[in-house]
């Protein structure tokens, strides 16, 4: 069974602009969440969702979205860009919807580079 | 490959040797406590869970313990090999909806 992708891999943006970064999650799964991770910070929670809804929010400001599709599929979107937003973002799929404690399987990341 | 984390603590171990990886957890709530190890350029990989209901789960070269009166989880991996060099994290949350919390993260660096 093919593991969770992302896409792209890498990414370098400047500031201001706008990214959507996508994630297809395993065969199986519809609960995707997304993470931040960055040297200071650690892993950050993002958003969850499942089936469609968004489950669960971080505590990330209004630049940062997403959604997720009737295949499971799902893309998150950072707007207006700034600097600070350098960093691996990370998607992991789940079975099913009990949120933290359906083991997740994450992707390689998407390395996002702000300048 | 990736940098996970510039500062984070560092345990060397002898290839061979048993290592214990510490995590100290925030939530006296939090019921569901996870292991994640992260290899350069990957993502975290689940490598053992464990429930609030027990205070040991072992899995094939590792051991899991909680002790939820000091809010303390350890990783113990016996035999390290090179392959087991990683960044690892904890995880807690609470059953019922709720994110997964990571910790900081232990860098295992394991000398041949």
């Known amino acids: 069974k093919a593991g969770v992708t992302q896409t792209p891999r890498y990414l370098i943006k400047t500031r201001g602009q706008q990214v959507t970064l996508s994630c297809s999650p395993i065969?199986?799964?519809?609960?995707v969440s997304w993470y931040q991770q960055t040297p200071g910070q650690g892993l950050q929670f993002l958003f969850e969702?499942?089936?469609?809804?968004?489950?669960n929010k971080g505590n990330f400001p209004g630049r940062f979205s997403g959604r997720q599709f009737s295949n499971s599929r799902s893309e998150m979107n950072v707007s207006t860009l700034e600097l600070g937003d350098s960093a691996l973002y990370l998607c992991?799929?789940?079975?099913?919807?009990?949120?933290?404690?359906?083991?997740?399987?994450f992707g390689p990341g998407t390395r996002l580079t702000v300048l | 490959g990736e940098s996970v984390g510039l500062h984070l603590p560092t345990l060397s171990v002898q290839e061979g040797d048993n290592s214990i990886i510490n995590c100290a957890y925030s939530?006296?709530?939090?019921?569901?406590f996870i292991w994640y190890k992260q290899e350069s350029g990957k993502g975290p990989q689940f490598i053992i869970d464990?429930?609030?209901?027990?205070d040991k789960r072992q899995g094939q070269r590792v051991t899991v313990l909680l002790n939820k009166t000091v809010k303390h989880l350890s990783l113990q991996i016996a035999a390290t090999q090179p392959g087991d060099s990683a960044v690892y994290f904890c995880?807690?949350?609470?059953?019922?909806?709720?994110?997964?919390?990571f910790g900081k993260g232990t860098r295992l660096s394991v000398i041949a």
């Open positions: 464990i429930r609030s209901n027990m």
């Open positions: 969702y499942f089936s469609e809804t968004q489950r």
């Open positions: 992991a799929s789940s079975p099913g919807p009990r949120g933290g404690t359906d083991t997740q399987y």
């Open positions: 995880a807690e949350t609470f059953s019922g909806n709720t994110p997964l919390v």
């Open positions: 065969s199986g799964h519809r609960s």
């Open positions: 939530n006296s709530a939090s019921d569901y």
